[in-house]
């Protein structure tokens, strides 16, 4: 498409335009085009291209910005975000390419998590499908959506390992496993990003928070990171580099420190890693305000944390306007080059060409397209189905679960009437009000709706003030005044008047995420009273939680016969939730993150390495590494999550137990289904390397398969295994540091089964 614009600038639009549209988007051809741009760019035109301020629709922090128009005309703005509807976006981008002296187009991004319009589980209970095919397919619907209502950018994947639930922002990552997380990133890289980057359908992604921003000390956001280089390469790093392994347009800088350098000025991350070992030729993007902040960490004045960003790597400053405002004058001072400022806005400039901006700076500005594909029936019914293969069932006492369809239901609980908070944290382009209340779905999946008898039952927390901080985004939580003895009464007298009980307790949709951080992850006291009086009536209690972390459950656990985590499941909540109750979708979904018993027990992860004094028994030995008050072992470790039907483990068939470097073992295990209901089981395999010349941790996830097993059948399942899979970071040089990635001749134990706890193993040596 050409643009015919009667002025002098217009036509000079008109020339680039015309000059840089070719079909051909082959590396060289791009490279010379950006070449060519760049010669006819002023030093001030080039630090425009590194500016990303908020168009303000969403508020996502601090800072507020005026003045983006006059802004965009100077050529002072590569992208925008936080701009939604169509109607905008063109109009920004039309002052971009007709208006600014070389009609550069913008890039525009948003933060599209988990979902569009159309809203997906949360990351975590994404995670908890352990479907890569789901977790693709769900990028691939967010991109498509946003793709036609303007958006080209997405700050997406999240891939920050986390084993502190107290964190909030657990809730947009895959927990606490580098293997399962790289996976994941990959699949999300490949959904957005899809196999051309100049469709109109796909969307640049950007893999944050690079890194180790799920370490932060005490599980508080934006906390200090401290940990050894070693724990870097073999826990931490996995998911960002296969997300660059899986060709990520761009990386996003962690706002924490690293090794006492903040992440965003950080030279050996964002140049030596990410770049000179990974290979990674995208540009570099810093979190909100992430530049300007390194002024409170103690970094220097505006002027010098900018210099420092981008010197350490990082090409593009979102919101802080350092660059902006400082580069040139560093740039007269001696203290930054004009070629590293070059070189930041020629990444730029090669991403935007790639996306085919310079061919069509409107093409994701397509109405027709959005009518179509923006939260249709399609999308939703997709939708309905990842929700319900993300849930998971920590308990099902007496096979309580699932109900009957003509049962009579009392279904109670604080957000068990409310849309708004179903679609999670981070779903900012959702129109919340289109949920399907956990209450709607249940009636609508029901034999008869009337069977379904709603009570609040109590507010979601007892503090007023806490209430408040967390219904926020629009996401009311709708605080009953009436005194809570009230509220259990009426709940009590419909559970009398009931076959069976539905408690929908836990959190709040913004009671996780960003700024987010909690000191108690237990469920709040007055829900606790709530089931208890519950539980009194004597008829069945079915928990579902709502929650964008693991939670402590200790005070449930006893007066609760089935326990189902339903996380926040976005649009589709009631009915997915509906169709899991009631048995038409049998649960599958696998616990991501470790569930402690208390919170003193955090950090608490799977792969954690022995001591020199391990725990051998069950709790509890002198002198041993344990708790006086409480055992080492999770409320439900991680790989865990129950099924309708009942899985039995033949014995573990190992190919060899004698193996050469060059060979491969075949593990291969038998699960029947036992049940007479078809049933869909993770089966996971771990490795333990025994001596190891740094230590090792006890196991390792290195493989899953989610199978099918139909009713009484048996399924064979095999995983082929090779010294790369015992592969890890080691010091070749301790003096120096030197890390090195190997694997070791020695002896690994296998082990298989259906979580990280239920397993059943065997050794092998594997030599030279």
């Known amino acids: 498409m050409k643009y015919l614009i009667i002025s002098t600038v217009g036509f000079l639009f008109l020339f680039i335009s015309s000059s840089y549209a070719q079909e051909n988007k082959s590396t060289s051809d791009i490279e010379q085009k950006v070449d060519a741009l760049l010669s006819e760019m002023t030093l001030e035109e080039k630090i425009g291209q590194l500016n990303l301020p908020s168009a303000g629709d969403v508020s996502t922090g601090i800072s507020t910005n005026t003045g ?47 979902g569009y319009k159309t809203i997906f589980p949360i990351p975590l209970g994404l995670s908890a499908s352990w479907d890569m095919d789901l977790i693709q397919q769900s990028a691939r619907i967010a991109a498509e959506e946003a793709s036609a209502d303007g958006i080209a950018w997405t700050f997406s994947p999240m891939t920050d390992i986390s084993r502190d639930p107290r964190w909030g922002r657990v809730s947009e990552g895959s927990g606490e496993d580098p293997y399962l997380g790289s996976q994941i990133a990959a699949a999300m890289v490949r959904g957005y990003q899809g196999n051309d980057l100049s469709a109109e359908n796909t969307l640049l992604a950007c893999v944050k928070h690079f890194a180790l921003y799920g370490a932060s000390e005490a599980g508080r956001d934006y906390n200090t990171v401290d940990m050894s280089r070693l724990r870097m390469y073999n826990d931490y790093f996995p998911p960002y580099k296969a997300a660059v392994d899986a060709g990520v347009g761009t990386v996003m800088a962690s706002f924490n420190e690293v090794d ?98 310079f061919d069509d ?53 604080p957000l068990a009437n409310n849309k708004e908070n179903m679609v999670g944290t981070w779903s900012v382009s959702a129109d919340i009000m289109k949920s399907i209340s956990i209450f709607d779905g249940m009636k609508e999946v029901s034999a008869n709706p009337d069977n379904i008898q709603y009570a609040k039952g109590s507010n979601l927390v007892e503090d007023p003030a806490l209430e408040e901080r967390i219904s926020i985004f629009g996401k009311n939580t709708y605080r009953d005044a009436r005194s809570e003895s009230e509220m259990i009464n009426e709940a009590v007298q419909i559970a ?84 899991v109750l009631y048995g038409d979708v049998n649960p599958s979904g696998k616990l991501t993150m470790t569930y402690p018993q208390n919170v003193g027990q955090i950090p608490i ?74 049933g869909k089981e993770v089966v996971q395999l771990y490795i333990r390397d025994i001596v190891g010349s740094t230590t090792r941790p006890v196991k390792e996830l290195k493989a899953f398969e989610k199978v099918l097993i139909k009713a009484g059948e048996t399924k064979e399942v095999t995983f082929e295994i090779t010294t790369d899979n015992l592969k890890y970071y080691t010091y070749n040089n301790l003096v120096d540091q030197d890390i090195v990635h190997i694997w070791e001749p020695g002896e690994f134990e296998i082990m298989v089964g259906t979580n990280s706890s239920d397993l059943q193993s065997k050794t092998v040596n594997w030599g030279k």
């Not at 390419?97 to 948003?110: F, M």
């Not at 990842?386 to 309580?400: C, D, G, P, R, W």
């Open 68 to 114: 983006i128009a006059k802004s965009i005309k100077e050529g002072k703005v590569g992208g925008l975000f936080n701009i939604n509807g169509i109607d905008k976006i063109r109009a920004v981008q039309k002052i971009a390419v007709e208006e600014s002296r070389l009609g550069i187009p913008l890039i525009i991004a948003k933060d599209v998590i988990h």
């Open 260 to 357: 006492g350098i903040p992440a965003t000025g950080n030279k050996w991350l964002m140049t030596h890693v990410l770049r000179e070992e990974w290979g990674f030729d995208g540009f570099v993007v810093s979190d909100y305000t992430g530049v300007s902040e390194m002024i409170a960490h103690g970094m220097g004045d505006l002027q010098s944390v900018s210099a420092m960003a981008l010197k350490a790597g990082v090409e593009m400053d979102m919101v802080s306007e350092g660059f902006l405002s400082t580069l040139k004058k560093s740039v007269d001072e001696g203290k930054v080059s004009e070629e590293i400022i070059t070189n930041a806005c020629r990444l730029i400039l090669k991403a935007k060409f790639q996306l085919g901006l």
């Open 361 to 413: 700076p409107y093409k994701y500005m397509d109405e027709e397209r959005a009518a179509k594909v923006i939260f249709s029936d399609e999308n939703r019914a997709i939708a309905r189905k990842i929700a319900s293969e993300s849930m998971v069932l920590l308990k099902n006492e007496e096979e309580v679960l699932p109900i009957q369809k003509d049962a009579k239901i009392a279904l109670i609980g």
């Open 496 to 579: 009398i008047n009931s076959d069976i009980i539905v408690a929908i307790l836990g959190e709040a949709s913004e009671s996780s995420g960003e700024s987010s951080s909690l000191t108690d992850i237990s469920i709040p006291d007055n829900q606790v009273r709530l089931l208890k009086a519950l539980k009194e009536t004597g008829k069945k209690v079915i928990v579902v939680l709502l929650s964008g972390r693991p939670l402590v459950l200790n005070e449930i656990l006893p007066h609760s016969d089935a326990i189902l985590n339903a996380w926040f499941p976005g649009s589709e909540a009631g009915l997915a939730l509906a169709d």
């Open 605 to 678: 992860y799977y792969s954690h390495k022995n001591t020199g004094r391990p725990l051998e028994g069950d709790w509890f030995e002198k002198f041993k590494s344990n708790y006086l008050d409480v055992s080492n072992k999770p409320e439900f470790p991680f790989g865990y999550g129950l099924s309708y039907s009942q899985f039995e483990y033949g014995e573990i068939q190992l190919s060899s137990s004698d193996l050469k470097s060059q060979d491969k073992l075949k593990v291969s295990i038998s699960v029947k289904n036992k049940s007479d209901r078809d």
